[in-house]
């Protein structure tokens, strides 16, 4: 069992920028395909990116594509997500999610992660 751990949120202006990171401990975190998610308020939670196990490459959500990035590093247990360019709209609790049996076509889905961190909270605002 993985157990999750974001930082990072905090307030922004915007066009600024921020940086959230994702801890994991308790698991082969290589065996884990981790998602970011946020959800505003009064909005469903929506994917914003995905590290995918064993793949150096991410997968970035068509609403910040351009804007955010995804990174992992194995050797720490870590996943980042870089926020460029913030607006408005990406205020919400940000979440990562990890899940060691998931497959690629259902990354973008919510209920198909096992495991969950408590969130992060970014601000975008004047």
């Known amino acids: 069992q993985v157990q999750l751990t974001e930082s990072g949120g905090g307030f922004v202006q915007p066009g600024g920028s921020l940086r959230l990171s994702c801890a994991a401990s308790g698991g082969n975190f290589r065996q884990y395909t981790i998602g970011w998610f946020r959800q505003g308020p009064g909005k469903e939670r929506e994917f914003v990116a995905a590290a995918i196990r064993y793949n150096s490459n991410g997968v970035i959500g068509d609403s910040v594509k351009g804007r955010f990035t995804i990174s992992r590093d194995n050797a720490n247990n870590m996943v980042y997500l870089e926020m460029n360019n913030l607006k408005p709209d990406d205020t919400a609790v940000y979440y990562c999610?990890?899940?060691?049996?998931?497959?690629?076509?259902?990354?973008?889905?919510?209920?198909?992660?096992?495991?969950w961190g408590q969130g992060t909270l970014v601000t975008v605002s004047y």
């Open positions: 999610a990890a899940d060691r049996s998931i497959i690629v076509g259902q990354i973008r889905v919510p209920s198909q992660y096992d495991y």
